[in-house]
Every structure is written in structure tokens, then in C-alpha cells.
């Protein structure tokens, strides 16, 4: 403990404040003590304070001046803190309030919201028709497992394509595919779809074969394109009922494990991601043959995993199969949606509720026209 080690630095040694067990019992209990009065003062702070409530405590503040945290979709605690004064203490019909409020929602200098005040008592007010600013709790969401990367050549005589894929969120190197990794999946650029029957090793220069029939010519050499792998049925959708994480630490399976053995030395083509201590691992996350989580010793080498020698597999594995690093607990997703980046939201009433927001900030008898400019498609 600090503070301790603080106190007896400064208590004199006549007290022998590191032997005398009544002494030190006696700091013990004056720097315990003091620890809890500085959290106590620091939960006084969140209940009594805007700008440092969070959660529960924000809410209570917010319901205390008439302000309420929206039931439909959940505002992160800075919207929310940004929202609370804006509808208790601001005065009614200033400009300055509708700015913060549609700030809240739009985001701030969002060049499609605009203020005009074309009479004394009528305003226009134009606000996209999505709500760029909105973050929710992802508890619940589906979240889409896909890989992306940009189109490098184009050959629609021989059907294929050639794509340098983007990088992990946790990783600075490009992702490596293996060899037919992403067979039978899809791939998109705005409103063109084509049917992956094959695709090289690697990450850059990695060659997409394609069905005859196949249309490629609506795709664009330099864009970006998105490609679906169904053979990831669910397995990256936010699903609490598993016990575990799965890592981006990871390795690939370098000899084929049959049903029913037992694999105490796994051969390894690449093990090097895999920490060199005791952990768990789960095999071919996302496949139907998915298995784990398997309890491992050691990474004696770069090419050797050691697991539970009690542990029967119960699936097939092949080489070049996946081994993920898992993690206890379960990891909720980061509110921010930094974890899954794309995911599903309903605009439209967040939308709705900023203009029912504004309309109460308003002073009897103005009139608001809204504008809602609808999101432009480009080709």
C-alpha cells in the first residue's frame, strides 16, 4: 500500500514503525482509512458534479432538472452531459441552445446542419436525415464479420481480381489469408456483388478467382471492397453466453488432428503468436468445426504447442486451421464502438427525438420548419 509506506517514512524510528506490530497495525488502519475517505469524496463528486457523474449517477442528476436519458437507444455519458444543461439551465429560445442541442446529436460543425431565421417568429432548421453522433450501448447488436481491402488489377476475361487486404484493428501488418480462405464468400463494392469460388495465400497481391458468370466491370481498380465470409456462421456476434474472449494472439495447426485423439505435442506451421505460458485456445473459431476452449502448458518453439494431454478432441482439424488465444471473462464491447466498428442502429428515432428536443426549447409561438436532407448514393 502506498499511503503505508508513506506513513512510515515519515513516522520517527524511536516507533519502529516496521517491526513494532502495534505501530504499524495503527498506520495500517490510519492509511486504510484515508483511502476510503478519498473514494468517499470521489463518489460524492459523481453524484453532486455533472462533469464527473458517469452512468446511474447521471442519469439522477439529469432526472433531478427534468432531463432524461432516452429509453429508445442509449446516449453515451458525454452526449448526455452536454444534453442535461442545455434543457435545464439554458434559456428558452437562443440560438446558442439549439446549437448545443443539435450538437449533441449531429455532431458539432456537421456542415449539414444549418440555422436560418427567415421571419421573427419562424425558423428553418436543416439536419441530415441520419444521426452521424449517436453512440449506444452494443449489448444486443449484430455485428458483421467481414474483410475488406482495396482492388489492386481487374481481369473480367479470366474472372479474377486482384486485392491487397487492410490490416486487424490490434495489428499493423496486412491480414494473411490462407489459401481458399475466403472460397464461397462474397465480395461487394457499393451495389455490386460477385461469388469468391478461391483466393491465393498472403495479404498483399492476394488473387480472388470468380464464377464465369460473373459481371466484374462494374468494379473500380483503387476502391474498397467488403467481403462476407459465411462460413463464420455467428461466431463473431456479440454473444454473452460464452465464457470466454477470443484474442487476435493466435497460430496455425501444421499436422491433421483426428476425432477422438488425444494431441499432447501439437505440430505447429507458425506459433509464434501464441504466449509462451499457461492459457487456454480455442480451434478454428468460427467454423463449423470449431472446439475449444483447450487448456495449453507451453510454446516450447515456433512450431510446438503443448496441450492437456487428457483432452479428446471431438472434431476434425486440418493444417493451416486457426488456433485463437481465449481469455476469461466474457469482455463486454467497448460502448464507444470501437471493438465492432459496423453495426445495426435505427437513425430515424434519434432523429425524431433531436427535433422533439429542440421544439422544447422554444419559446411560445415560434414555428420551426425542418429540413431533412436524405443521404446522397453515388455509383
Not at 16 to 39: C, T
Not at 102 to 131: H, M, R, T
Not at 277 to 305: C, H, M, Q, W
Request: net charge neutral.
Amino acid at each position: 500500500m502506498a499511503k503505508l509506506d508513506k506513513m512510515i517514512r515519515f513516522v520517527p524510528g524511536l516507533y519502529k514503525p516496521e517491526s513494532n506490530q502495534v505501530n504499524r497495525g495503527l498506520l495500517y488502519a490510519f492509511s486504510g482509512e484515508d483511502d476510503v475517505i478519498v473514494q468517499a469524496v470521489q463518489d460524492a463528486k459523481e453524484q453532486l458534479y455533472i462533469q464527473l457523474a458517469q452512468l446511474q449517477y447521471l442519469d439522477s442528476l439529469g432526472s433531478n432538472v427534468g432531463v432524461f436519458r432516452p429509453t429508445a437507444f442509449k446516449l453515451a455519458d458525454s452526449q448526455f452531459r452536454n444534453l442535461i444543461p442545455a434543457l435545464s439551465f439554458a434559456p428558452k429560445q437562443v440560438r446558442p441552445t439549439i446549437v448545443k442541442v443539435l450538437d449533441v446529436f449531429f455532431g458539432a460543425g456537421n456542415p449539414l446542419v444549418k440555422i436560418f431565421e427567415i421571419n421573427p417568429n419562424e425558423i428553418v432548421i436543416q439536419i441530415p436525415s441520419s444521426v452521424p453522433a449517436l453512440r449506444r450501448d452494443l449489448r444486443g447488436s449484430i455485428h458483421f464479420k467481414a474483410y475488406s481491402g482495396t482492388i489492386s488489377s481487374i481481369d473480367n476475361i479470366g474472372k479474377t481480381m486482384v486485392i491487397d487486404m487492410y490490416p486487424g484493428r490490434l495489428s499493423s501488418s496486412l491480414k494473411a489469408l490462407a489459401v481458399d480462405e475466403l472460397a464461397g464468400s462474397t465480395i461487394g463494392m457499393d451495389l455490386h456483388n460477385a461469388n469468391v469460388l478461391g483466393n491465393s495465400a498472403g495479404s498483399s497481391g492476394v488473387i480472388f478467382q470468380f464464377a464465369a458468370s460473373d459481371n466484374l466491370s462494374p468494379f473500380v481498380v483503387g476502391r474498397t471492397i467488403v467481403i462476407k465470409n459465411p462460413k463464420y456462421p455467428g461466431a463473431y456476434m456479440n454473444d454473452q453466453r460464452r465464457g470466454y474472449t477470443v484474442t487476435m494472439k493466435r497460430g496455425t495447426i501444421g499436422q491433421v488432428i483426428n476425432v477422438g485423439n488425444i494431441a499432447p505435442s501439437v505440430i505447429m506451421q507458425d506459433s509464434s503468436g501464441i504466449p509462451d505460458a499457461v492459457g487456454y485456445v480455442t480451434f478454428n473459431f468460427g467454423f463449423d468445426n470449431e472446439e475449444g476452449p483447450i487448456k495449453y502448458f507451453s510454446r516450447p518453439n515456433n512450431t510446438t504447442l503443448q496441450l492437456d494431454p487428457g483432452y479428446i478432441f471431438t472434431k476434425q482439424h486440418s493444417i493451416g486451421e486457426v488456433v485463437n488465444v481465449v481469455v476469461t471473462p466474457y469482455q463486454t464491447p467497448d460502448i464507444t464502438g470501437f471493438d465492432y466498428r459496423p453495426y445495426l442502429v435505427g437513425v430515424t428515432a434519434a432523429r425524431v427525438l433531436a427535433q422533439e428536443i429542440v421544439q422544447s426549447v422554444l419559446a411560445a409561438g415560434i414555428v420551426i420548419r425542418w429540413q431533412v436532407v436524405e443521404p446522397v448514393c453515388v455509383d
